[in-house]
Nanobody, 124 residues
Framework: QVQLVESGGGLAQAGGSLRLSCAAS????????SAWFRQAPEKEREFVAA????????SYADSVKGRFTASRDNAKNTVYLQMNSLKPEDTAVYYC?????????????????WGQGTQVTVSS
């Protein structure tokens, strides 16, 4: 069983930065594809970014491309989401997700393991 715990959310001003972390339990985390999703009030959960098991490849939603960067440190069983140039529309609960092997996909149903979420609020 893999458990994911997000941290690093909070309040930021537009144009500011936040760094989210997702700590995973389990020795097999280094073989897992990871992703970040977000859900704003009254909206569906949407894909933000995904990163391959080695950290050598990543994909991003168009809305965050060039502003957000996903990375990982498998020695620490942790994935990160560096969020720069934040906008009010980035306000949402951010979720970390993971799955064993497979390609990076933007579909929530592909990911078997989820964290509890961390709130990010961006003020204008």
């Amino acid at each position: 069983q893999v458990q994911l715990v997000e941290s690093g959310g909070g309040l930021a001003q537009a144009g500011g930065s936040l760094r989210l972390s997702c700590a995973a339990s389990g020795r097999t985390f280094g073989t897992m594809t990871s992703a970040w999703f977000r859900q704003a009030p009254e909206k569906e959960r949407e894909f933000v970014a995904a990163i391959g098991w080695s950290g050598g490849s990543a994909s991003y939603a168009d809305s965050v491309k060039g502003r957000f960067t996903a990375s990982r440190d498998n020695a620490k069983n942790t994935v990160y989401l560096q969020m720069n140039s934040l906008k009010p529309e980035d306000t949402a609960v951010y979720y970390c997700a993971a799955k064993f092997l497979g390609s990076m996909t933007p579909f929530a149903y592909d990911y078997s393991y989820w964290g509890q979420g961390t709130q990010v609020t961006v003020s204008s």
